[in-house]
């Protein structure tokens, strides 16, 4: 009975806990990497540039194989996010809410980008982004679920 009990806290048990706790300390140098990535490491060009829509997409077909590894990147940049996000807010329950978010945070991406012209604004790394936090959100809702959630099985003793 003490050994069980101890297990529970809050409704929720330790060992949830605990892994909330280490999933939040993990997001930190994710947050961090994202800065650098996206701003820090980038030198200024002191020009403002757009790229027009699906660029990425038409040289990729025309054979710029080395743009998929853009592509590719910019899904995995928010892909974290998406993950993340539910489990550091529980408001942020839903995979459509955690979308939402992703998708403002893409355009302050890209717009910091532009405005500090350190990188293009291009429409096509919104569209990646989103798709990469899509995917990540479907995973984070539902493991942020499980890790909110009562444990229903304990005894009540």
Request: aromatic share 12%; glycine share 8%; with cysteine.
């Amino acid at each position: 009975m003490f050994g069980k009990k101890c297990l529970y806290s809050g409704g929720i048990g330790i060992i949830k806990k605990i892994l909330l706790i280490l999933l939040r300390l993990l997001s930190l140098p994710y947050v961090y990497g994202v800065l650098l990535i996206t701003l820090i490491w980038r030198k200024p060009t002191y020009t403002h540039n757009f790229k027009p829509p699906f660029w990425e997409i038409a040289q990729l077909i025309k054979g710029n194989g080395r743009l998929l590894f853009d592509i590719i990147g910019n899904i995995l940049l928010l892909f974290p996010l998406g993950f993340f996000l539910p489990i550091w807010f529980r408001k942020a329950d839903r995979p459509k809410k955690v979308i939402l978010i992703c998708f403002c945070v893409s355009i302050a991406i890209e717009i910091t980008q532009l405005i500090t012209t350190r990188g293009y604004f291009e429409t096509d790394d919104l569209l990646h982004n989103t798709i990469g936090a899509s995917m990540g959100a479907l995973i984070g809702c539902s493991l942020a679920k499980w890790l909110n959630s009562e444990n229903k099985n304990r005894s009540k003793k």
